[in-house]
């Protein structure tokens, strides 16, 4: 499967961004997502991840409550809404994908290692 992460930009604190990841062949409702987010001089952390059955989410701490990932499967498209948006949330955005049978009974994984499938990546960028 091939990514392409969009709508990145700048935003002011306490606005909303809404970040898609469209993707590519045939199998994307095989796929489980995720959004990853990179600062500058950090490592990449899980943001949010969804079963790719849409029905099982996951979100890091930071983001719970502000935070919502969606994916439509007949679009082939994976959602990031990001209300309340603070500057601590400025970074490059990443979906990726992963099929894994396993994490159906144990939860989605939150390792950059765990997933197999990069899109390029959009900025996000909160001014205070």
């Known amino acids: 499967v091939q990514l392409q992460a969009s709508g990145g930009g700048l935003v002011q604190a306490g606005g909303s961004l809404r970040l898609s990841c469209a993707a590519s062949g045939r199998t994307f409702s095989t796929y489980h997502m995720a959004w990853f987010r990179q600062a500058p001089g950090k490592e990449r952390e899980f943001v949010s991840g969804i079963m790719w059955s849409g029905d099982v989410t996951r979100y890091a701490d930071s983001v719970k409550g502000r935070f919502t990932i969606s994916r439509d499967n007949e679009k082939k498209i994976l959602y990031l809404q990001m209300n309340s948006l603070n500057p601590e949330d400025t970074a490059v955005y990443y979906c990726?994908?992963?099929?894994?049978?396993?994490?159906?009974?144990?939860?989605?994984?939150?390792?950059?290692?765990?997933?197999?499938?990069w899109g390029q990546g959009t900025q996000v960028t909160v001014s205070s």
């Open positions: 990726a994908a992963v099929i894994n049978y396993e994490w159906e009974y144990y939860g989605l994984g939150s390792s950059p290692r765990e997933y197999e499938y």
